[in-house]
């Protein structure tokens, strides 16, 4: 073994002094989905290869075609790629609360709100303080929340739900990049880590004006 690789007897007599902090939230992959191309039809998924810097394996913003795959460009980088638009995260339970809340009819599958995953077991208000946090995904994959991902009218028209966009500003989930890629199935446990959120690494990319604003 070499100066500069500690071999395990090394390893486990000197621990490292850094403490592992409580997560911010737990909780568990209910759902995967993925679109081939921009506006088709949504594919749920038992399991999914997540690629590191691009998304989930065969999904349209892995391969660059989605609707909104437009480059745009980073806030912090300029002249690269807007690291978020990679893996979109939602929390059931906020959509499902915003929707009663909202007098809408369920949907048959959360998959319908175009999100890549869905969780269950995190509330929709803190998933979406996610922001300038890793995200652990199963036992491989990580991804880092950037900012909100922002409701539409091309959704809520293709959901024929009048009302989904005011309705659910505030939940409709995180828009993430892939730190670390690998295997990610349903029922993975989900794990948003704790301690202070890195937001000098947030960027929101360079987006139009009034992007992030409430249309009400």
């Given amino acids: 073994t070499s100066a500069d690789q500690p ?4 390893s486990e007599a000197a621990p490292s002094s850094e403490v592992a902090l409580p997560p911010l ?35 349209r913003y892995c391969k660059r075609k989605g609707t909104y795959s437009v480059f745009r460009a980073s806030k912090l980088n300029p002249g690269q790629r807007e690291p978020g638009r ?15 809340a909202n007098g809408m009819a369920p949907l048959e599958s ?10 269950r077991g995190i509330p929709g208000e803190l998933l979406q303080s996610a922001l300038g946090r890793r995200i ?28 989904f966009v005011e309705g659910c500003w505030d939940v409709a989930g995180v828009s993430c990049e892939v730190l670390q890629g690998g295997q990610l199935r349903a029922g993975d446990a989900v794990r948003i880590e704790g301690g202070d959120p890195a937001v000098e ?16």
């Fill in 7 to 10: 071999s395990a007897t090394t």
């Fill in 25 to 59: 939230a737990t909780g568990a992959v209910e759902g995967i989905f993925i679109a081939e191309e921009a506006g088709g039809p949504m594919q749920s998924l038992p399991e999914a290869r997540v690629v590191q810097g691009r998304g989930i394996f065969g999904d």
């Fill in 86 to 100: 990679q893996l979109t995260l939602v929390s059931a339970e906020g959509v499902e609360a915003a929707f009663k």
């Fill in 110 to 119: 959360l998959g319908t709100l175009r999100r890549n995953v869905v969780v």
């Fill in 136 to 163: 652990h995904l199963g036992d491989e994959v990580v991804v880092f929340a950037h900012r909100p991902t922002v409701p539409c009218m091309y959704n809520e028209r293709k959901m024929s739900r009048p009302g």
């Fill in 201 to 216: 690494r947030i960027d929101e990319g360079k987006q139009s004006p009034g992007y992030f604003v409430r249309p009400s």
